[in-house]
């Protein structure tokens, strides 16, 4: 069985993969808000 201390880390792991990913999602969304400069502001200080 893992360890807890495994655990931790691969949870630790995959949290700091799933925060690179919203990163680059909410990018890709302020990319294409170039139109709607409140909408782009109120996403950049997200």
């Not at 360890?3 to 919203?22: G, N, S, T």
């Amino acid at each position: 069985m893992t360890e807890p201390k495994e655990r931790l880390v691969q949870w630790l792991r995959d949290a700091h993969a799933m925060e690179e990913q919203a990163e680059t999602i909410l990018s890709g969304q302020i990319e294409r808000l170039e139109n709607y400069p409140e909408i782009r502001e109120r996403m950049n200080t997200h």
